[in-house]
C-alpha cells in the first residue's frame, strides 16, 4: 500500500487491524476452568521467571526488531516528504494535472488524478515497501511468504487505495469547492463515513481479499470459546480460524466488524503453537473488546483525531501554499495539484500523534487484558502467551518508551498483570 495515501485513507482501512479504545471498567463472568496458586504468592519472583524463559539471543532479536521499528517511523514520514517534494518540487503533479485538463468534468479529473498519483506514488515508495514489508521481515525470520506471494497481496492493497483513496480525494474536493472554508468539517465527516462503512463491511468484503476465513472446527477449544462467550452475553455463535501461517509465524486473534458484521477470529498459528489454557487466556481477551465496545469506542476517538488533522492540516497547507504555491504550481485548496502536499502534511500530522493513538489503543487492550483474565480464570496461560508474543515486542521497555512506542502492553506489563491477577484472586485457595 503507497506510503503517502495511507496517511489519509489509514483510519478508512483501520478494521484491517484489530483496534480497540478506552472503556470503563466491566466485571467478566468466569470459565469453568481453575488453577490453584500457591498460598505465599511472590508476584515479582513469579514474573521475573516467566521473563527468564527468553533467551539472551532471543531478547536481543525481538529488541532490535522493536526498536529498529522507532527509526522506521521517523524514515518514513521523510520518506513521505521525499516523495512529495518529487510531485511539488520536480512539477510532476503539474504535470500530471495537465495531462487532465482536456477532460470536462471536475470531479472526474480530480478521480484520475488521484488514482495516477497513487500509482506513480507507490513506484515511488516500492523501495522503502519492499524492504520494510518483506525483506525486513524475512531478516527477523517472521514472514512465511515468498516475494510472489507478498507482492500479490501488495497489489491488492494498492487496489484498494486506488479505489476506495480515489473516491475519498475526489469527494473531499468537491467538498472544497461547495463549501469552502468548513471543507475540513465537511471532509472529518467524510472520512468518518468512510471508516465507519470500511469497518462494517472488512469483516465480508476485505479481509478475504488477504486471507481465508473457516468455521473452527467441533473440539473442546471451540466449545471453551463459545462457553466464555455464553458466560459474558457474548452472541457468537461461531469462532472463525484464519489461515495467517501462510503469511507470517506471528500468533494472533482479533475482534473485527460492527453491528451484524461483528467476527471473532484467531489465526492458525495460535491454534498450532498454543495450549487450550492460553488459547482461552487469548481468546477472553477478544472477548473482551465486544463486551466494552472497544469499536463503537474506537470508530468516537478515532473521528476526533481525524477532526483535528482536518483543522491542522487546513491550517498548514494555507500557509505554505501562500508562500510556496508559486514554485509549485499550486493556486490554492481547491487545486488537485496540491494534493501530494495534503497527503503528505496528514502523513506529518499521523506521525506527530503516534504517542496518542499507541496510548488509546494501549490502554484499550489493558482493559481487555483485565478482562480476559476474569472471563477465561488462565493468568499462566495468557502469561506464556505474553512470552510468546515478546517473539518480535520487546519485552521490557522504559516507561516512557512503553507510553510513546507501544500500541498494546509490554510482555512485561502483561506477565506482571497476569501474575498480580493470579496472587489477588487464586493466592488463598489451597
Known amino acids: 500500500m503507497i506510503v503517502p495515501l495511507r496517511a489519509l485513507v489509514f483510519f478508512v482501512l483501520l478494521s484491517l487491524l484489530s483496534y480497540s479504545i478506552i472503556a470503563g471498567p466491566s466485571k467478566a463472568s468466569p470459565s469453568p476452568t481453575l488453577a490453584a496458586a500457591a498460598p505465599s504468592f511472590d508476584v515479582e519472583a513469579a514474573t521475573q521467571r516467566y521473563l527468564d524463559t527468553l533467551t539472551p539471543a532471543q531478547k536481543a532479536k525481538s529488541d532490535a526488531y522493536f526498536e529498529g521499528g522507532y527509526w522506521l517511523l521517523l524514515w518514513g514520514v521523510l520518506y513521505n516528504v521525499a516523495v512529495a517534494g518529487v510531485f511539488l518540487g520536480l512539477g510532476l503533479s503539474a504535470r500530471i494535472r495537465g495531462w487532465l485538463r482536456g477532460i470536462r468534468s471536475e ?29 525486513r521481515e524475512h531478516q527477523y525470520g517472521l514472514s512465511n511468504q515468498t516475494f510472489g ?31 469552502g472554508a468548513s471543507w475540513w468539517l465537511w471532509g472529518t465527516g467524510l472520512t468518518v463515513i468512510f471508516l465507519v462503512i470500511g469497518v462494517f463491511l472488512a469483516p465480508i468484503f476485505i479481509s478475504p481479499l488477504f486471507n481465508k476465513y473457516t468455521p473452527l472446527p467441533p473440539s473442546p477449544v471451540r466449545e471453551s470459546i463459545l ?14 480460524l484464519v489461515d495467517a501461517s501462510r503469511q507470517s509465524k506471528r500468533i494472533s486473534a482479533n475482534v473485527s466488524g460492527l453491528g451484524s ?56 497547507f494555507r500557509r505554505l501554499v501562500a508562500r510556496y504555491g508559486a514554485r509549485w504550481n499550486v493556486s490554492g485548496l481547491a487545486d ?30 489493558m482493559e481487555a487484558d483485565q478482562f480476559g483474565l476474569n472471563a477465561a480464570q488462565q493468568p499462566d496461560g ?36 497476569a501474575m498480580q491477577w493470579k496472587a489477588e484472586h487464586l493466592g488463598d485457595k489451597p
Open 107 to 135: 470531479n472526474l479529473r480530480n478521480l484520475l488524478y488521484a488514482a495516477l498519483y497513487t500509482l506513480l506514488a507507490a513506484v515511488l515508495s516500492f523501495p522503502w515497501t519492499i524492504y520494510t514489508g518483506f525483506f
Open 227 to 240: 462457553s466464555m462467550a455464553r458466560a459474558n452475553l457474548v452472541p457468537a455463535t461461531n469462532v472463525y
Open 261 to 316: 458484521t461483528i467476527r471473532i477470529s484467531l489465526n492458525d498459528n495460535l491454534l498450532k503453537r498454543s495450549t487450550p489454557a492460553e488459547i482461552q487466556g487469548v481468546m477472553g481477551h477478544e472477548l473482551g473488546h465486544y463486551v466494552l465496545n472497544h469499536i463503537v469506542k474506537g470508530l468516537i476517538f478515532f473521528s476526533l483525531l481525524v477532526l483535528i488533522g482536518f483543522a491542522l492540516v487546513n491550517w498548514a
Open 149 to 179: 506471494a507478498w507482492f500479490s497481496e501488495s497489489l491488492i492493497g494498492l487496489v484498494l487505495s486506488v479505489v476506495i483513496g480515489s473516491l475519498l480525494i475526489m469527494l473531499l474536493y468537491l467538498a472544497i469547492r461547495k463549501v
Open 336 to 365: 488537485i495539484g496540491g494534493l501530494p502536499l495534503l497527503l503528505v502534511l496528514f502523513s506529518v500530522y499521523s506521525f506527530l500523534i503516534t504517542p496518542a493513538t499507541n496510548t488509546i489503543t494501549r490502554v484499550s487492550e
Open 382 to 417: 495468557f502469561a506464556s502467551i505474553a512470552m510468546k508474543l515478546s517473539e518480535y515486542r520487546k519485552i521490557s521497555p522504559g516507561y516512557w518508551e512503553e507510553i510513546f512506542f507501544f500500541d498494546h502492553p509490554s510482555g512485561h506489563t502483561r506477565v506482571h498483570t
